[in-house]
């Protein structure tokens, strides 16, 4: 079993950069919004199994996975769905005209952007994330495969080919 290391890589500023520029990968975006909304998926942990299988040939092992998952689940629930339920619902009424509506979803924006950037420094913070040590590519699949498979029973088609797609989109960079 391996272990992340805690080297200047993982520094919030550094990972965070990372995310915004996957997120703007085509594809990236859409695939990731799917998972969020049809299976629960979050966001940030996606991204952040992704940079593990990727970038440092880390799959990570089910404990490991349901323990982070666990303490993100908090953060999650209390702060980000929330905010991101308060910026739809502002959105709407700011499509139906609503002109406080369209000053405050913009403000909502950077503030769920805000709680998504503080849930990736509780993951960074993680001690003792363990896994397999793996070609990235295969790394990077087993992570997404194995962290879908806890949101939905079995994984259709689309999402290997959904799968598949991120991880060249995270080789690209």
């Known amino acids: 079993m391996a272990a992340v290391s805690t080297s200047s890589k993982h520094r919030l500023d550094t990972v965070w950069a990372y995310f915004l520029d996957l997120y703007a990968r085509p594809g990236v975006k859409e695939t990731c919004l799917d998972w969020q909304d049809r299976l629960g998926a979050d966001v940030i942990l996606l991204l952040w199994l992704l940079r593990l299988g990727a970038e440092d040939g880390l799959a990570v092992d089910d404990v490991s996975l349901r323990r982070v998952d666990e303490r993100m689940k908090e953060w999650r629930m209390s702060a980000i769905l929330p905010i991101r339920d308060a910026r739809r ?85």
């Open 89 to 173: 619902a502002a959105g709407k009424l700011a499509k139906a005209g609503d002109r406080d509506a369209s000053s405050l979803y913009p403000r909502l924006k950077r503030v769920e952007l805000a709680a998504e950037r503080m849930a990736l420094r509780r993951l960074l913070l993680e001690d003792g994330v363990a896994g397999q040590r793996l070609p990235e590519q295969l790394a990077a699949t087993a992570n997404l495969e194995r962290y879908l498979g806890t949101l939905a029973e079995g994984l259709a088609a689309e999402e290997r080919t959904a799968i598949a797609r991120l991880v060249s989109a995270a080789e690209a960079g």
